[in-house]
Structure formats: C-alpha cells, structure tokens
C-alpha cells in the first residue's frame, strides 16, 4: 500500500461524477408494478440539496493513496476525505451525550425523502459527506433492524447496481442509535476488489472470507437470490447480537456492506478503541476514510490506518474468529 499522497477539491470531484457516473436507472419498486417508475436518486439529492437542507462541503479535500504509484478511476484502500462540515457534525454527536442520544429530526427528515421501498425510507443524508450520500431507514423507528429491513436492503442493492449501501450500529461507528438505519454512498468501495477465499459453496450461494491480508477479517455472501443473503445476514445478526462463550455472553458488534449482489458481513472486537468504535464503521472498514478533524491527520496515515483497522476487527481474536466462521458456514448450510 505504498504511494504518494494527492488532493482534489469538491469542485473537481462534483464535475468528475457528473461526467463519468453511470445514470441510477435501477428500478425502485415503490408498488407491486414490474414497471414503477426510475429514480435518478443523485440528481434527486442535488434537487434537495439545492433547497439548502443538506449540510455539505463543497470543498472537500481528498487525499488520494496511489497503489503502485498509479492513479485511476477506483479509490485505493487508504484513501481519506476530509470535510469542514462532516468534522462539524461528528463533534457535536461524539462530544455531547445527549445528542448521541437523540433520534433522527423527523420534521428535516421528511423534507429530505426521496422515495420509499418496502419498509424502508430513502431520503438524502442531512450530514452528507459527498454527493449522493443517502441515509435509508424503517419507516417504524426501532434500534434494532429486523428481518423485513434486511430483505428490503438485500432487494434495494441488488437494483441499484451503482450504489454502495452500508450498516453501522453501536460500538460500530454509529451516530444515531435508537433507530436503526443504512447509509448509500454512490462509488464502490477497495474491499469489493478482493477476491475471497470459498468457504462453502452451491449453485444459489457463495460464502468467502477475505484474504488474510486484508487488513480486517469479513465475510462475503454473494448470490441472486436476495432471501438467501437476507436470511443469511439475519441470522448472524441474531447470532452476534446474542453473543457466544468466546465473548462471554457479550454482544457482538458489526457493520454491513451491500454492493449489487454481494454483502460483506465485520465482526467487530470487543477490545477495540473508543477511536475506533466512534468512528471507524463500514465506510472505513471498506478502505475509505473521513477524517474527524483536520488534527486527526497523522493518525490517517496508510500504515497506521491499516493498524486501527486490524485492530478494530477481529483479526487478533481467534477464538472469535473460528466461532464466526463456525456460525456463517453453518447457516449458509441451513438456508442454501
């Protein structure tokens, strides 16, 4: 993972995916119609965006990590934004309790809807770090997600072909923790690049698990058949959410990654760091960083950030990790 270091501002990264985005004409179905009408869910964020409901800084700065010295259209693993606003938001949510505390502020949330699937609520994220960035939720609010909201994500990724979805929760870089949610990015992240090792394997149903030099132990599911990867990724929720004699009874924390038809599942540790369990989540776990603050940069450093994800994951607890890998194969045996 070495390389040089550049910066690119907001201005550039707007016109860059504006001109090279392939246009979300994925269907949403928002009635039982094969035929519901296509949403372009990035020009609908700028529509709202353009009513000034979306806190966003159009000067983020990016410093791009560049394997091997090239740079192309794929943001490498290590690469870290930083946005004046997003470090606004984080501080206020991590510095004072009770705003961790709060729920979602349903009056904004309602102006910044864009469509709805199933149990869930497709809006733009209020906090957004980049263009696009969407938050879905239930539309009853729960902290925990239960199988309907599972299946509706597994459905909703599986047509939006060209968006990232991810899961945070408690211990997992979650800012909101009463109602539980998702978020959308619209590029792919470093961890769909890698190539997994099968674990089990039918014509319906593909479980692996990343090479060990990936700097996080994850799982991946990949198939078609969107009740599988809804039953699969469920039941280890269920199975982590009530802990084993590994974690002595302790809940299991993780975060989620949806990409088309493939979902990646991190465990997190136990003993990881209050750094780590504030604000390394899916989006970091995938190999892309936002920064906290602008005084959090030589902590954003490849290596150390490559350290702090090891750390955070489940690579240094064996144990753990056997009981993990245990419990996925055996539900991909029950479900396929």
Request: glycine share 6%; with cysteine; proline share 4%.
């Amino acid at each position: 993972m070495e390389g040089s270091i550049t910066f690119e501002s907001g201005e550039v990264l707007k016109r860059h995916w504006l001109g090279t985005r392939k246009t979300v004409t994925e269907k949403l179905h928002t009635n039982s119609s094969a035929n519901a009408g296509r949403l372009d869910l990035l020009e609908l964020w700028w529509d709202t965006q353009r009513k000034n409901l979306v806190r966003y800084d159009p000067n983020i700065l990016i410093l791009h990590h560049l394997e091997g010295g090239k740079c192309d259209s794929n943001f490498a693993w290590g690469t870290v934004f930083y946005s004046k606003a997003r470090e606004e938001y984080k501080s206020r949510a991590s510095v004072y309790p009770e705003i961790r505390a709060t729920t979602f502020d349903l009056t904004l949330m309602n102006q910044l809807v864009l469509a709805a699937t199933g149990q869930l609520v497709i809006a733009a994220n209020p906090n957004s770090l980049i263009p696009g960035h969407l938050i879905v939720y239930p539309q009853e609010k729960r902290a925990d997600l239960n199988f309907e909201d599972i299946s509706d994500m597994c459905s909703l990724a599986a047509k939006y072909t060209d968006l990232t979805f991810i899961h945070n929760m408690e211990h997992a870089a979650a800012s909101v923790l009463d109602w539980g949610h998702f978020q959308a990015y619209p590029w792919s992240f470093p961890l769909v690049r890698e190539t997994g090792v099968t674990i089990y394997e039918t014509n319906d149903f593909n479980l692996t698990r990343l090479p060990e030099d990936y700097p996080s132990f994850v799982l991946m599911v990949e198939t078609e058949k969107n009740e599988l990867m809804a039953a699969w990724l469920f039941g280890m929720l269920r199975s982590l959410a009530a802990g084993c004699e590994a974690s002595r009874g302790k809940r299991i924390p993780c975060n989620i990654i949806w990409y088309g038809t493939r979902s990646w599942l991190i465990p997190r540790s136990l003993s990881q760091t209050t750094f780590a369990a504030t604000y390394i989540g899916a989006l970091e776990m995938g190999g892309l960083f936002c920064l906290p603050s602008a005084d959090n940069l030589r902590q954003y450093l490849p290596e150390t950030l490559k350290l702090e994800v090891h750390k955070a994951s489940l690579a240094n607890d064996p144990s753990l990790l056997q009981w993990c890998e245990r419990t996925a194969l055996s539900l991909g045996r029950r479900i396929s």
